[in-house]
């Protein structure tokens, strides 16, 4: 992966690092098309272009005439949210905000007000277990392969105090965005590619398109039916990328998942390290191994499943029956058992027999 731009991903805390969004170059994330697991059901109409450092796919059952033009102006739109919160870009509202902190609020356009606005809720409502101003820890970690990097205490330290959900505002008013403490940066990485996912699926309504599936890195949007029934999207097994372990099935919703098999390097003790990170220590979260977050739009799925990863199983099942906003999980905990809210447990397929209510061929 390149050092350009860190688009939006499922996990915010790719901390930079130069791995695109979620790491994948190819549509093989958690979250999986309806059609791995609907082999015998009539092709798609399916069309890809790489974005956001990731490749994003839309699929359309039965498509209507225009179909293709749609897509392309689905796609279109996805590059140009790329563009727009981009914080790689020195000319993108993120950009202008984080070169401005501590000194004064910076006025952006609707997108970037949205997404921020929506970052700083979940924000809130995890009670910081995902952190818009995350993007502080930028660059102290590297997991490609070839140029492993794992920082120091001494390193993590000073960039902790500069995370701070409490000290972004918003003037919804006015149209601003400042950040109350020098250093302080924000980071689009968890949030925004829900959002564009939210829109292309509206250009796609609008156009008469009304059942597809839209997938981006760990994002998958879905709406109408696939051959006659609902669509339906797996959850990888977190110890085996060939498996799925389950799937949720749905005529109109937008998930995320977030899991610590990507990007995950052992050092010699054999400790797993992750992209997933707790913004309260710098290290990675070890209270879940992948959770899958089900809402009705893709701005807060995507932010969602990170904030759910860190807290863990008990309290990101508490922060979900806490918030006005509905959504639903499926998480598997560090300890391989597996959560749900009750709609979930109405609309999963299980696709293997859980032992204990654990996972099997699973270790933590």
């Not at 499922?10 to 098309?33: D, I, N, R």
């Not at 970037?112 to 502080?136: E, H, I, K, Y």
């Not at 250093?183 to 309504?205: F, N, S």
């Amino acid at each position: 992966m390149s050092r350009g731009p860190l688009p939006a991903c499922a996990a915010f805390a790719l901390l930079a690092f130069g791995l695109g969004c979620q790491g994948k170059a190819e549509p093989t994330e958690p979250v999986s098309p309806g059609e791995a697991l609907t082999d015998a059901s009539p092709p798609l109409l399916s069309r890809t272009r790489p974005l956001m450092s990731t490749v994003f796919r839309i699929q359309v059952d039965s498509p209507p005439g225009n179909a293709e033009n749609v897509i392309r102006q689905a796609f279109e739109e996805i590059e140009r949210l790329e563009t727009v919160l981009s914080e790689w870009r020195d000319d993108s509202d993120i950009s202008k905000v984080n070169k401005l902190a501590g000194k004064k609020s910076v006025k952006v356009g609707d997108d970037t007000l949205r997404v921020v606005d929506a970052g700083v809720d979940v924000s809130m409502w995890s009670r910081g277990a995902f952190d818009l101003s995350w993007a502080a820890l930028w660059g102290l970690y590297d997991f490609r392969p070839d140029s492993i990097k794992i920082p120091t205490p001494e390193e993590i330290k000073p960039r902790l105090g500069l995370i701070d959900y409490k000290n972004i505002r918003v003037s919804k008013k006015y149209k601003t965005v400042f950040l109350k403490k020098r250093g302080m940066v924000i980071g689009t990485g968890g949030i925004a590619k829900g959002y564009a996912l939210d829109h292309a699926g509206a250009i796609l309504r609008g156009g008469g398109v009304e059942s597809y599936m839209i997938f981006g890195g760990g994002q998958v949007q879905v709406h109408g039916e696939r051959d006659g029934r609902p669509w339906r999207v797996g959850i990888q097994h977190p110890r085996d990328p060939s498996s799925y372990f389950a799937a949720l099935e749905s005529t109109g919703a937008s998930f995320s998942t977030s899991g610590d098999y990507e990007h995950a390097v052992f050092d010699g003790g054999g400790k797993r390290w992750h992209h997933i990170i707790d913004t309260k220590t710098g290290l990675p979260a070890d209270k879940s191994l992948s959770v899958t977050i089900m809402t009705s739009e893709g701005i807060y799925a995507d932010a969602l499943s990170t904030a759910a990863f860190v807290l863990g199983p008990g309290k990101a099942l508490k922060m979900l029956r806490r918030i006005a906003y509905p959504a639903e999980a499926v998480i598997v905990g560090s300890d391989c058992k597996v959560y749900m809210t009750p709609k979930a447990k109405q609309q999963i397929r299980l696709n293997v027999e859980l032992v204990d209510g654990r996972l099997p061929n699973c270790k933590p």
